[in-house]
């Protein structure tokens, strides 16, 4: 039994590797680049439109909307990165129904990977809107002593982001890899099913996290206030 | 280690690529089309407004212009009423005046026809009585009428007065014309020679008489002489016998055209 996909190898040579991680990426990456182009190729801007076409305009107007209620007054800049940060977990938590499927969230390194990304958008969309030695300055907020307490804030809370997403993705599949062995009929749907939820509510916190720690970055002058949102 | 540092790097650029992806295909093309859409629909609401507004000028326009229409409507019609009734009014008032001017006409032939009638029963009448007189007093008396008429004639010319007789005796010198005497039948000579011999007894003077028949002197004897006349006739009682009798015929005549008329006034009026 594998405690993560990156354990399955499919090809190596030297320090490169193919392993289940980055393949079940690549599908995922496939099927939602390839079902947004479809859907989005004959697109209509009548009233008269496709279903899909609909379902994908409240997804992406929810998703705008979620960013603008938690405190970003320009909802465009961040959609890309934020809506296909929840897209990608989201999609990687529905597809733990296929058998044979393994989330390539249930790898640390993708969560870390994420974390980090989610580090340096962070950091980048903070000095992009209050400018470099303001960003660097809110860290010495509201007094210098502060700041080591800051740096190590920012370190864990990305830490915390990838290990919360792992430990939650991980613990889902491996649940049902232990139940399989030991009630192989009832239970695992019924865990599959938990699990599913699990998978979505962690791909809602991820993206809500992400969302509030940038928002709390590039608010001006205003007191960060994103511990409410911590676990 | 459960943190593959190779994976993580790769994971980064999957992560960094399918953003880029998303954008292109999904966010961009999906946010465009709202944005054109809610474009549209701002077109349109404006579209629909600008022309709700054009409506309402043209409903504003049209019911002005129906109102105006309405009054001159109205107006044309008052004048038309007005220009009726006064057709109408003139109208009765001719039909009033020709039924009036009718009616006069008619009341003149009527009086021309009653005149007539009365001419004519008084020329029957005294035809008639002539007759019966002549006849019985030819019957009963044995003398003819011309000779009562002629001695009644006398007699009148006897009975006048003195003051008269003077004023007559008077005419006859004065007169340089012959007294006529005028008679409705020619009188025989032995009634001249008598009526002679009266004047010439009554007035004492030699009368000049000359004799003369006209039928309008209704049966009866007249003198004349120098505008004074004495005569006898029977005219009194044929006047009263025609008044008589033109009340009978008014009597029975006067109902009739007067019942015509009431009825013939509603009608008009109508």
Redesign the interface.
Known sequence: MH??P?EIIFWQYG???L?A??VF??AL?LV??LG??LI?RN?????E?ERW?NL??II??AIEKQIEEVGLSHP?RY???L??LF??LAAAAICTVIPGYQP?TG????T???A??VFAAVTFFGIEERGLGNYLKSYAQPTPIMLPFNIISEVSRTLALAVRL?GNMMSGAMIIGILLTITPLFFPVIMSALGLLTGMVQAYIFFILATVYIAAATRVGKPESESEYNE | MLIDWFTVGAQVVNFLILVWLLKRFLYKPILDAIDAREKRIAEELADAGAKQNEAREQRDEFQKKNEEFDKQRDKLLNKAKDEAAAERQRILEEARRAAGDLRARQKDALKREQMSLYDEIGRRTREEVFAIARKTLTDLAGTSLEERMSEAFTCRLRELNEEAKGEFTKALSTSPDAALVRSAFELPPAQQTAIRHALNEIFTDEVRVRFETAPDVISGIELTANGRKVAWSIADYLASLNESIGELLEEHSKPEPQSGNKRAAPAEAK
């Open positions: 405690l993560s990156d320090l490169f590797k392993n991680t980055i990426t690549w990456m939602l680049a947004a182009k989005t697109i209509s801007i009548g009233l439109r076409q994908l305009e992406v107007i465009g959609l890309g990165f809506a296909t897209l990608f390539p790898s640390l390194s993708t870390t990977a994420l980090l990304c792992f």
